[in-house]
């Protein structure tokens, strides 16, 4: 059974960075593409950048696309999402989320889902 288990949230003052991590089982990246997705308050959820196991990363971030980095862990079977230069507009909670093959923007495409960590950026 596939499953992912998102953790590394927390509250982060502004200007800060985080390190989210987003844990495999049940299957790797390998055949897989793996994105997180982020919903704010009142707002629908949405991609924030993707890594495929048949190579590319894709970023879907509507702005400050340099502030995100996305990477994979082999030995930890973790893909990692790295959020520098934290601003009060990243609040929301963040999902990792997979599906076969290739990254794909809209949540609709993926299959597979956690449940999501809290990130809030307050000073």
């Known amino acids: 059974q596939k499953q992912l288990v998102e953790s590394g949230g927390g509250l982060v003052q502004p200007g800060g960075s985080l390190k989210l991590s987003c844990e495999l089982s049940?299957?790797?990246?390998?055949?897989?593409?793996i994105a997180w997705f982020r919903q704010a308050p009142g707002k629908e959820r949405e991609a924030v950048i993707c890594?495929?196991?048949?190579?590319?990363?894709?970023n879907y971030a509507a702005s400050g696309k340099d502030r995100f980095t996305i990477s994979w862990n082999n030995a930890e079977n973790t893909v990692h999402l790295q959020v520098n230069d934290l601003k009060a507009e990243d609040t929301g909670v963040y999902y990792c989320?997979?599906?076969?093959?290739?990254?794909?923007?809209?949540?609709?495409?993926?299959?597979?889902w956690g449940r999501g960590t809290q990130v809030t950026v307050a000073s």
């Open positions: 989320a997979a599906r076969l093959p290739r990254c794909s923007g809209p949540a609709g495409n993926y299959l597979t």
């Open positions: 049940g299957f790797t990246l390998e055949g897989h593409a």
């Open positions: 890594i495929s196991g048949i190579g590319g990363i894709m």
